[in-house]
């Protein structure tokens, strides 16, 4: 098995090696942005989405498209959680601001494509969690994000 449901699945006898990168390419195209420069990072720091009430709206269907496309991408790229979940938050009424951070995830798909889950053979299989959430950070609505980081292998 090399290709299941989105996910590119290369096995060797020493490891597997789990991506969606067939996936990206054809995301990426989908919305236009294939040709767009890459980026280092899925979201800046300094970043503070809130509602954006006097924001120009835009097409909630374009959007959303990018947003579910971008939550099944999450299988195998645990890096772009946080982001994705931020940007979720506004598909009921998003505006140029939340769809520019969404591009911006894009472009930093762009540079990391081929990034992946490796699972060696001689793995310990001991799954160690994190997480941590910024407590009503929203200081609009006070809502919470929360992120997650989780560690399969030797400790």
């Known amino acids: 098995m090399t290709y299941f449901l989105g996910l590119q699945i290369k096995q060797t006898k020493e490891r597997i090696f789990i991506n969606q990168e067939k996936y990206i390419k054809q995301l990426l195209k989908r919305f236009e942005m294939s040709n767009a420069k890459g ?23 374009w959007y959303r498209g990018m947003i579910g496309n971008l939550l099944y991408l999450m299988v195998s790229k645990p890096d ?34 081929d990034y ?30 929360s992120g997650n980081c989780q560690f399969l292998g030797d400790a």
């Open 80 to 113: 772009i959680t946080f982001a994705v979940c931020l940007c979720y938050r506004f598909q009921a009424c998003p505006k140029e601001s939340h769809l520019i951070a969404v591009k911006r995830i894009l472009r930093y798909l762009i540079s990391s494509y």
């Open 39 to 61: 980026i280092g990072t899925s979201m800046s720091s300094s970043l503070k989405l809130d509602k954006d009430e006097r924001g120009k709206k835009v097409n909630k269907k």
């Open 116 to 145: 992946g889950l490796w699972y060696s053979k001689q793995s310990c299989f001991d799954l160690i969690a994190y997480i941590d959430a910024d407590y009503a950070g929203c200081k609009v609505e006070k809502k919470s994000t």
